[in-house]
């Protein structure tokens, strides 16, 4: 009875910590080009939940296409995407 109770427990924990749940994982941050110096604000799909995981994710993401990450502003849930699209414009979900 433990053993069936001790599974289930770790298959609800990988459910919520598998891709499933990542689907729902943002991060807003800044990023910059240089000659001509260009700034951005963006907001981007991330793999886990976390500034530090999103700063290694993004930092790949945006160098493959010239940009610099310069820091992570916030890691947030779809709730807090609406609140973000106009700020992001052309940068949201971008990268």
């Given at each position: 009875?433990?053993?069936t ?9 990988l459910a919520?910590?598998?891709p ?8 807003d ?9 260009r ?15 999103a ?5 790949a ?6 940009w ?9 849930d ?5 609140e ?12």
């Open positions: 009875m433990k053993q109770a001790l599974i289930t427990g770790l298959i609800a924990a919520l910590t598998g499933g749940h990542a689907a729902d994982c943002y991060a941050y800044k990023a910059k080009q240089d000659n001509p110096l700034l951005h604000y963006g907001v981007a799909q991330i793999s886990q939940c976390s500034k530090s995981a700063k290694v994710e993004l930092s993401r945006l160098a493959s296409r010239g610099t990450l310069l820091n992570i502003v916030s890691v947030f779809e709730s807090g995407l609406a973000r699209k106009q700020s992001a414009g052309p940068n949201y979900l971008r990268f």
